[in-house]
């Protein structure tokens, strides 16, 4: 199982934050991870199983850093923070960092490098670590069971974090510079007591400059100061390239903050046309429910004046004769079928209802006058 991108990624950070501060001191380290919270990582709500999972894949990650090729100081930074990782650890018993035995002689010679450079800090938490004994040793560096296949999967090295191929200073180390030294020193005592005159030395002994292991010298610390000066480049331009990055990135967000308050303003502007079509619709509404009204205030109009009719006609309903009965039936219908449609009474359908009401009531006031005549 490989590490989590996130808990590596977080491991990097770290790491790149305290090669920048230039020092491979425990007291930066702990600002560091006190700053980063970088205790919390074992906080997360899990089981059992997957808090020893996760956290054998933690160590591993972090023992990655702790081997060559990286810098001393990358390995430094590593062996902090397994130091950091194995004593917050939540399990319950610890788990412990697995090393190799073919690893073993090349931890051992840095503990050595510490101790000769005096980083004595550094070389408190290896010896902290071994007294706890949180190293497990192993025949291989990765888990292997029966009838697996074996993949050879290379881990891949960050190029930052990873020491440059000097040859310079692979070829001219500080031993050899002591040994040159002192072979230097020998050569110039034994001129002297080979030549008559001790304190001038015969020219013709001299075959190498006085000044030669000076030179030699010189140009190793030139050398030096050169290839740090191009790291320190380096760095400038990966901060560069993060500020233009971040300059790109806050432009891309006003673009898309500009797009977004033109598609505000847009989608404004048709929505205002949307209300006023509807608002229109609604104004049909109020005038269909206004003519529903009128309609209805007509078909009482209309049953009012039947009431009349038939109040009208009650008395005369017998004496009326059959041809009068069939105009009524007609006209009857036809008021059903007027209020069943109901249509806009014109002033000529008014005048022609009151010419009727008039036929109706002439001849009953004549069969009164009758009646009267005949008793």
Known sequence: MGAPAGLQADCEALLSRFQEM?????????????????????CGRMRNLEKNTFTKEALALAWRYFLPPYTFQIRVCALYLLYGLYN????QPKQKIRVAVKDWDEILKFQQDLIN??????AYIFRKLRLDR?????AMPTLLSYRMKKKNQRAEVTEDFKDPNDHVMKLITSDVLEEMLNVHD????????????????DKALSLIKDDFFDNIKNIVLEHQQWHKD???????????????????????????????????????????FVQAS????????????????????????KATRKRRNKETLKPA???????????????????????????????????????????????????????????
């Open 117 to 122: 450079a005096q980083h004595f800090d550094a």
């Open 22 to 42: 230039d020092s491979v001191r425990f007291e930066d380290f702990t600002d560091l991870w006190r700053s980063m919270k970088f205790g919390t990582i074992f």
């Open 317 to 375: 309903g017998r004496k009326m004769s059959s041809r009068n009965r069939g105009d009524m039936q007609n006209v009857q219908r036809e008021d059903k079928s007027l209020s069943l449609s109901m249509p806009v009474i014109t002033e000529e359908e008014e005048e022609n209802e009151s010419f009727s009401e008039t036929e109706f009531t002439a001849p009953k006031r004549r069969r009164k006058h009758r009646t009267k005549s005949l008793v």
């Open 230 to 272: 191009r790291k320190n480049l380096s760095l400038k331009s990966t901060a560069k390239d993060g500020e233009e990055r971040s300059e790109g990135n806050s432009q891309q967000s006003e673009r898309s903050e500009r797009a977004e308050s033109l598609a505000k303003i847009k989608s404004k502007a048709f929505s205002v």
């Open 134 to 138: 949180a190293f497990h040793f192993t």
């Open 278 to 301: 509807k608002s229109r619709r609604h104004r049909q509404v109020k005038l269909d429910s206004s003519d529903s009204d009128s309609a209805s205030s007509q078909g009482q109009t």
């Open 186 to 201: 020998h050569y110039q005592r034994m001129k002297h007591i080979i030549s008559a005159d001790r304190a001038n030395p």
């Open 88 to 91: 917050t650890q939540l399990c």
